[in-house]
């Protein structure tokens, strides 16, 4: 039989980055003279890559500077905050774990930058459990299309049918689905507990990381 490999989203699946996102988008768009950025409004690009995510605003707010040079602006400040304090979820951290020692390959998709990513996951400890990473920019679409999850088993050598996604938004969700892929959903957001791209996910936690439980997600991946 074989051991399912597993693809853990980052942001808001393993860690709590989410507060720091919004503070150095706020402090990026602040700098170009958008004052109005709140939290309510981040929330639209939850589980949407940095970079789409600065086009649509580049647009909207009409900002000069070119996408490249947002991004790694942001990707500074974004560094900055995450380097002094970024929040595990417990219960996640325990999921981690267990697969790990039960020698499941775990890889992270994520459409933050790769370097974001390994600083997060090197401030955490997490890399000690997940040594194969793939970023957003490193394929051709982001979520919601699969490519991430996609080149995630193809590094891991795994067979998709083979592959559980955690993700905590509906773009991820829907990516898991595309690619062929089982998923264990935590939403993140609690208006998005509802969202059609969860609907044919295999296992849902409705409340969130409040509600999540190691041993049920690990038993149901085993059960296959």
Same mark, same amino acid.
């Given at each position: 039989?074989?051991?399912?490999?597993?693809?853990?989203?980052?942001?808001?699946?393993?860690?709590? /980055?989410?507060? +720091?996102? %919004?503070?150095?988008?706020?402090?990026?768009?602040?700098?170009?003279?958008?004052?109005?950025?709140?939290?309510?409004?981040? #929330? =639209?690009?939850?589980?949407?890559?940095?970079?789409?995510?600065?086009? /649509?605003? =580049?647009?909207?707010?009409?900002?000069?500077?070119?996408?490249?040079?947002?991004?790694?602006?942001? +990707?500074?400040? %974004?560094?900055?905050?995450? !380097?002094?304090?970024?929040?595990?979820?417990?219960?996640?951290?325990?999921?981690?774990?267990?697969?790990?020692?039960?020698?499941?390959?775990?890889?992270?998709?994520?459409?933050?930058?790769?370097?974001?990513?390994?600083?997060?996951?090197?401030?955490?400890?997490?890399?000690?459990?997940?040594?194969? $990473?793939? /970023?957003?920019?490193? $394929?051709?679409?982001?979520?919601?299309?699969?490519?991430?999850?996609?080149?995630?088993?193809?590094?891991?050598?795994?067979?998709?049918?083979?592959?559980?996604?955690?993700?905590?938004?509906?773009?991820?969700?829907?990516?898991?689905?595309? #690619?062929?892929? !089982?998923?264990?959903?935590?939403?993140?957001?609690?208006?998005?507990?509802?969202?059609?791209? @969860?609907?044919?996910?295999?296992?849902? @936690?409705?409340?969130?990381? !409040?509600?999540?439980?190691? !041993?049920?997600?690990?038993?149901?991946?085993?059960?296959?």
């Amino acid at each position: 039989m074989t051991t399912p490999a597993v693809i853990f989203d980052l942001d808001g699946t393993l860690v709590d /980055s989410e507060p +720091n996102y %919004y503070e150095a988008m706020r402090r990026l768009l602040a700098a170009h003279g958008v004052h109005d950025y709140t939290w309510g409004y981040h #929330a =639209r690009y939850v589980g949407i890559s940095t970079k789409e995510t600065l086009e /649509s605003l =580049r647009e909207e707010y009409k900002l000069s500077p070119p996408v490249e040079e947002l991004l790694d602006s942001k +990707n500074r400040l %974004y560094l900055e905050l995450a !380097r002094a304090c970024t929040e595990v979820f417990p219960e996640m951290k325990v999921f981690a774990e267990s697969l790990h020692a039960a020698g499941h390959p775990l890889a992270v998709a994520s459409g933050s930058s790769r370097e974001t990513i390994e600083a997060v996951l090197a401030a955490t400890g997490l890399d000690a459990l997940i040594g194969t $990473v793939v /970023s957003a920019e490193e $394929v051709e679409r982001g979520k919601p299309e699969p490519d991430v999850f996609l080149e995630a088993a193809r590094r891991l050598g795994a067979d998709p049918a083979d592959c559980v996604v955690v993700e905590d938004a509906p773009p991820g969700a829907a990516a898991a689905q595309r #690619a062929g892929m !089982r998923c264990i959903a935590i939403p993140y957001l609690p208006e998005h507990a509802d969202d059609p791209a @969860f609907a044919p996910v295999g296992l849902v @936690f409705a409340g969130g990381q !409040r509600e999540f439980d190691a !041993r049920v997600a690990y038993d149901w991946i085993i059960r296959g």
